[in-house]
């Protein structure tokens, strides 16, 4: 500590150790930096108090370039669900348990402070899943769920829907109402409130996987989208199906492979839902249902 130190300086120094975020930290400093001692026998702790500005700075410039490509940086895959809630209420645990991601999971408060995503494998097809941070966070992106098929709304007690939907303002995504049950309570009265509110909902409990499996097709089948396969003549179908809106036709599943493919196409086959009978000859208006394989032949 200086000889001769100001008053200011003092509360300056109380206030800087006391400080939480970065943000405040550097605020404290300058402040620090603005009340120290200016005698010559202080000229070491003014260059140290401005290297640790220097530094602090340097940290807040990284992490707000790491936030700013972390939301930037997600492609919106053909089947976009999005978790969110409040803080401490199962988010990192259920993008866990129904993908291959491995976020933080801790009993504090604002545990993720950027976007996480996962593929959740489901009925042959790969949806993707982002948990973003506690909707009450200073972290939380906006930007994600306004462009999300489907929102997933996870909450530990039924207050917690009104307060989130204020916050979430308006979305054009589908939602699902996730309860994860924390505490024993009378499942008969929730599920009765939560049928009263007309509310698509599943209950779930995180800890012993309960209901994860109705909930995952409650997820897929909020998409209302249509699985095609496609297949080379004499070989099986792809193992890993077109996803497209009801009423698509084979020209979009040939342009979806490859733009100005359909132009190419000589010839196409169908098998499944859509066709009369199997191997039938279809041109590129055809349109198309759910689990459809269709053959094409180029020029």
Do not use: C
């Given at each position: 500590?200086?000889?001769?130190?100001?008053?200011?300086?003092?509360?300056?120094?109380?206030?800087?150790?006391?400080?939480?975020?970065?943000?405040?930290?550097?605020?404290?400093?300058?402040?620090?930096?603005?009340?120290?001692?200016?005698?010559?026998?202080?000229?070491?702790?003014?260059?140290?108090?401005?290297?640790?500005?220097?530094?602090?700075?340097?940290?807040?410039?990284?992490?707000?370039?790491?936030?700013?490509?972390?939301?930037?940086?997600?492609?919106?895959?053909?089947?976009?669900?999005?978790?969110?809630?409040?803080?401490?209420?199962?988010?990192?645990?259920?993008?866990?348990?129904?993908?291959?991601?491995?976020?933080?999971?801790?009993?504090?408060?604002?545990?993720?402070?950027?976007?996480q995503q996962g593929i959740m494998n489901y009925a042959s097809t790969q949806i993707q899943l982002i948990e973003i941070p506690a909707i009450e966070s200073e972290y939380y992106n906006r930007s994600i769920p306004h462009t999300a098929d489907t929102l997933l709304i996870i909450i530990t007690a039924l207050n917690q829907i009104e307060k989130i939907n204020n916050l979430l303002g308006k979305n054009p995504g589908k939602k699902i109402i996730i309860f994860n049950i924390k505490n024993p309570l009378d499942k008969r009265k929730l599920e009765a409130t939560l049928k009263s509110?007309?509310?698509?909902?599943?209950?779930?409990?995180?800890?012993?996987?309960?209901?994860?499996?109705?909930?995952?097709?409650?997820?897929?089948?909020?998409?209302?989208?249509?699985?095609?396969?496609?297949?080379?003549?004499?070989?099986?179908?792809?193992?890993?199906?077109?996803?497209?809106?009801?009423?698509?036709?084979?020209?979009?599943?040939?342009?979806?492979?490859?733009?100005?493919?359909?132009?190419?196409?000589?010839?196409?086959?169908?098998?499944?839902?859509?066709?009369?009978?199997?191997?039938?000859?279809?041109?590129?208006?055809?349109?198309?249902?759910?689990?459809?394989?269709?053959?094409?032949?180029?020029?």
């Amino acid at each position: 500590m200086p000889i001769n130190a100001h008053p200011e300086f003092l509360a300056a120094e109380k206030e800087y150790n006391l400080a939480q975020t970065l943000e405040e930290k550097i605020e404290k400093l300058k402040k620090m930096i603005s009340h120290a001692p200016a005698h010559k026998g202080a000229e070491n702790l003014r260059a140290q108090l401005k290297l640790r500005l220097k530094k602090l700075q340097q940290q807040l410039d990284k992490s707000k370039k790491s936030k700013k490509s972390s939301k930037t940086g997600i492609k919106k895959a053909d089947m976009q669900a999005v978790i969110i809630g409040l803080t401490n209420t199962g988010k990192s645990s259920l993008l866990s348990l129904l993908t291959n991601t491995k976020p933080e999971i801790a009993d504090y408060n604002f545990t993720t402070k950027y976007p996480q995503q996962g593929i959740m494998n489901y009925a042959s097809t790969q949806i993707q899943l982002i948990e973003i941070p506690a909707i009450e966070s200073e972290y939380y992106n906006r930007s994600i769920p306004h462009t999300a098929d489907t929102l997933l709304i996870i909450i530990t007690a039924l207050n917690q829907i009104e307060k989130i939907n204020n916050l979430l303002g308006k979305n054009p995504g589908k939602k699902i109402i996730i309860f994860n049950i924390k505490n024993p309570l009378d499942k008969r009265k929730l599920e009765a409130t939560l049928k009263s509110k007309k509310y698509n909902y599943t209950i779930i409990n995180l800890h012993s996987q309960k209901n994860l499996e109705e909930l995952k097709e409650k997820i897929f089948k909020s998409f209302d989208k249509i699985r095609v396969y496609t297949k080379e003549p004499g070989k099986e179908k792809s193992p890993k199906p077109i996803i497209l809106k009801p009423d698509s036709t084979v020209k979009d599943v040939a342009e979806k492979i490859l733009h100005g493919f359909s132009k190419s196409v000589s010839e196409t086959k169908i098998w499944g839902p859509s066709s009369k009978f199997a191997g039938q000859k279809i041109g590129l208006k055809h349109k198309l249902k759910d689990l459809d394989v269709i053959e094409f032949k180029t020029r």
